[in-house]
């Protein structure tokens, strides 16, 4: 986003944001600043501003803005990670997991809409070595849901004539577009909407 003319002075540190250990409250300002104004529209100086600490500060835990827009990621990811696994090596079906994974992703997405966002529009713009990291995180967890589509259609319960890593694919560019259209205050909760795509997907995926 490009940077205007006049800027709208830093907001004093909110007393949520006051309350976090100094880590976190440069991860919630920078988030906030991204989310309001872009990444490269944001300065590291703004940053600490709205965080309410020095230059200092921010460069003993973090290296760069970058690895500030890194993080915002990376934790997300992690987390969503995290919750497929648990789903993928739980009990019932494959045809009963995939939908679980569906929902869930979907859930914490909508749960984490600023992040999502900011992770969407901005991630492009890290230097390569972070990129290559982040594809290859994103890959993992790519390649696990696939493996736990592949697993239906092993059972039978899913369709085999879509290549499964052609319906992941699918599913992913319509999570990746929630931020265009998601508000919070919608007529819809986030449970409605994560069940609503789960079964759009597996109603296109069962035999």
């Not at 500060?57 to 500030?68: C, N, P, Q």
């Not at 090596?89 to 984490?112: F, I, K, M, N, Y």
């Not at 696990?144 to 699918?170: I, S, T, Y």
């Amino acid at each position: 986003m490009p940077r205007t003319a006049t800027r709208v002075a830093p907001s004093p540190l909110e007393p949520d944001l006051a309350r976090l250990p100094v880590q976190e409250r440069l991860l919630a300002a920078s988030l906030r600043l991204f989310a309001q104004q872009g990444f490269e529209g944001t300065s590291v100086q703004e940053i600490v501003a709205a965080a309410g600490v020095t230059k200092g500060a921010m460069y003993h835990y973090f290296a760069s803005k970058d690895e500030l827009l890194y993080q915002i990621y990376h934790r997300l990811l992690g987390l969503q990670t995290q919750r497929l696994t648990t789903i993928a090596d739980g009990p019932g079906s494959a045809e009963q997991r995939v939908r679980a994974a569906a929902a869930d992703v979907v859930e914490s997405t909508l749960s984490s809409i600023d992040e999502a966002i900011v992770s969407f529009r901005s991630i492009h713009m890290l230097p390569l070595p972070q990129r290559v990291q982040v594809r290859a995180e994103r890959r993992r967890y790519h390649e696990r849901f696939r493996a736990l589509v592949e697993e239906g259609q092993r059972e039978g319960a899913l369709r085999k004539d879509v290549p499964a890593d052609v319906a992941v694919h699918f599913f992913f560019g319509s999570v990746n577009q929630l931020g265009t259209w998601y508000h919070r205050d919608g007529e819809l909760t986030r449970d409605q909407i994560a069940e609503h795509y789960a079964e759009l997907f597996m109603t296109a995926l069962r035999t």
